[in-house]
T-cell receptor, first 114, second 116 residues
């Protein structure tokens, strides 16, 4: 089983619908992140959380909200989806006390907003 | 200014040859980390290699090495003896500041195609 699990893996929805992407991890990491990937733009940070009580906006947080329900769970919500939110979304985790601090990614959630 | 710049949208390499993927970065923080990730067509992001700003030697991981030129602020990835399975998108990333708390910045990626 994957250490960082995202659900759903694929979702097609309509403009104006509420969507939640969920992420759970078994790595025991304190830090969790949501990124979106668009062709030619790389990965851009939406929100990040360093622990359950700590939530921070990334560079493109408008139109999104998050919830850190537990150390292992971090969900991303689109309250009213719009077509330009069509993208590949990644959840990632990281550990604060580590020599390298690399991020570990889930397999991605592909969202299409019609 | 872009934190991470990858100027090669696409690269081709012959199987068994070596290839260098370019990455330059911008930071005024003396403490930072540089990373390379591989994204195959299946979509997952795979961590390849890490270089710390204070590391004296270039990082190596199997066929991957990171050519770290601090004065030029470059962190190029070298893949030796390319294999067909190396065909993928490659992203350079930087963690600015010490590892306890900081954002990661990603480049726009380089698409590598290995030709048989």
């Amino acid at each position: 089983d994957a250490d960082v699990t995202q659900t759903p893996r694929n979702r097609i929805t309509k403009t104006g619908k509420r969507i939640m992407l969920e992420c759970s991890q078994t790595k025991g990491h304190d830090r969790m992140y949501w990124y979106r990937q668009d062709p030619g733009l790389g990965l851009r940070l939406i929100y990040y959380s360093f622990d359950v009580k700590d939530i921070n906006k990334g560079e493109i947080s408008d139109g999104y909200s998050v919830s850190r329900q537990a150390q292992a769970k971090f969900s991303l919500s689109l309250e009213s989806a719009i077509p330009n939110q069509t993208a590949l979304y990644f959840c990632a985790t990281g550990r604060g006390r580590t020599n390298t601090g690399e991020l570990f990614f889930g397999e991605g959630s592909r969202l299409t907003v019609l | 200014a872009q934190k991470i710049t990858q100027t090669q949208p696409g690269m081709f390499v012959q199987e068994k040859e070596a290839v260098t993927l370019d990455c330059t970065y911008d930071t005024s923080d003396p403490s930072y980390g540089l990373f390379w990730y591989k994204q195959p067509s299946s979509g997952e992001m795979i961590f390849l290699i890490y270089q710390g700003s204070y590391d004296q030697q270039n990082a190596t991981e199997g066929r991957y090495s990171l050519n770290f030129q601090k004065a030029r602020k470059s962190a190029n990835l070298v893949i030796s003896a390319s294999q067909l399975g190396d065909s993928a998108m490659y992203f350079c990333a930087m963690r600015e500041g010490p590892n306890l708390g900081n954002q990661f910045y990603f480049g726009t990626g380089t698409s590598l195609t290995v030709i048989p």
